[in-house]
């Protein structure tokens, strides 16, 4: 999911749609159709992916470590981060947007005058969350599951919730029906088919709403933990069937006239995301489970650098249009050259400045020791 956030923002200055305020450059000379639709297909169950796997790991510390250590777990690897990146990662954010828009626009010198623009001193203070808005709501949605989980504890319903969810759980076809319903009465209930991240620091009811939804499904599922097995029951078809509806959604957005963007009212497109994002959920969850249960370094490496690559990913797919914009190669040429460099360097740079030092430790609670070379018998 982490490494699926670089392909989605490495392929927003490429689409033809215009994401106005939500991506705020957009290459004049390189813009291709296929960029959308995979912006589509990211976006329709990377965020609540993300959520609901959050609840499950927000459970496991509330009934394994208790209430205290968890929240203390939470201060430090939520709140904290978010603080402190949040003011380190603001200007520089900025500069690469605005710089990147400047070189767009073909202005005479764009690093002199983006650099004019940190003049004043309130650039540097930050007006949104941007990416770190996940963050954020994540702050929210602890406290709020904290409180809840209290509360079932002290009247002695969370045996009956874990016993209808644990039913629910073992029934394929029932299960993506009533959450997909479930879906479809909030989004309709927002009046909206698809929700996008709020970057306001000031919370948005809407995305709240949603993303709480799936966190709260992630709590219940840690209590049914040892029937995760059973969502590799039709895992390929609820991935193969998820696929085919977004290319369908896609299609039908496309060719109906309306800009390659599903957030609308629309019912039908409302009954669409409802039904992919659960068919996404139950699918790439039941094939983790299937293909990436056993012990892996690498996939233990990815894990242990995604905290790093989340949080310096962005103003590298920002600024690095810039640089290749000129280039005579198509949009989808530019867009696979911003995700490998961006990747390059995320990992690059929490391989050396961060795996085995104090940022390591304090994104992840533990800093890896550098592996020392042998050194040979001086004769």
Same mark, same amino acid.
């Given at each position: ?11 927003? %200055? ?24 995979? +912006? ?25 470590? &208790?209430? =205290? ?33 400047? =070189? ?36 929210? %949605? ?33 299960? +993506? ?5 479930? %879906? ?163 990992? =690059? ?15 992840? &609670? ?8 042998? =050194?040979?018998?001086?004769?």
């Amino acid at each position: 999911m982490m490494l699926l956030g670089l392909v989605l923002h490495s392929a927003l %200055t490429y689409n033809i749609t215009n994401h106005g305020n939500a991506w705020g450059i957009k290459d004049p000379k390189s813009n291709y159709i296929l960029t959308d639709f995979l +912006v589509l297909f990211i976006h329709s169950f990377r965020m609540p992916i993300f959520f609901l796997v959050a609840g499950f790991f927000g459970s496991m510390l509330f009934y394994e470590r &208790g209430v =205290v250590n968890m929240l203390k777990n939470r201060v430090w690897r939520i709140i904290f981060p978010f603080i402190i990146f949040l003011f380190l990662l603001s200007p520089i954010i900025y500069f690469s947007f605005s710089y990147t828009n400047a =070189v767009f626009e073909n202005q005479e010198n764009p690093f002199i005058t983006t650099i004019q623009l940190f003049s004043n001193i309130v650039v540097f203070l930050p007006k949104t969350t941007s990416h770190l808005w996940f963050l954020y709501y994540l702050i929210f %949605t602890t406290l709020i599951s904290v409180l809840l989980g209290l509360l079932c504890e002290k009247l002695k319903i969370d045996n009956r919730i874990s016993n209808t969810f644990n039913w629910l759980i073992q029934k394929p076809v029932i299960r +993506v029906l009533f959450f997909s319903t479930f %879906t479809f009465f909030i989004l309709s209930s927002l009046e909206t088919s698809m929700i996008n991240a709020s970057v306001s620091l000031i919370p948005d009811l809407s995305t709240f709403v949603y993303y709480f939804f799936f966190y709260i499904i992630g709590w219940i599922l840690f209590k049914s933990k040892n029937l995760l097995n059973n969502f590799m029951k039709y895992d390929w078809q609820c991935t193969f069937l998820a696929v085919t509806l977004v290319i369908t959604q896609g299609l039908l957005i496309q060719y109906s006239g309306m800009k390659l963007n599903p957030n609308s009212n629309s019912t039908i497109l409302i009954l669409f995301n409802s039904l992919i994002v659960w068919l996404f959920i139950f699918g790439i969850t039941g094939l983790f489970i299937r293909y990436s249960s056993k012990h892996s370094k690498i996939m233990r490496y990815i894990s242990d650098s995604s905290y790093w690559v989340y949080l310096i990913h962005l103003p590298l797919t920002a600024i690095i249009p810039a640089f290749i914009w000129e280039l005579p190669i198509p949009a989808l040429g530019k867009f696979i050259i911003v995700l490998v460099l961006t990747t390059l360097i995320c990992f =690059v740079t929490y391989h050396y400045l961060v795996r085995s030092t104090f940022i390591g430790k304090f994104l992840n &609670g533990k800093k890896y020791l550098k592996k020392k070379k042998p =050194v040979g018998n001086i004769v």
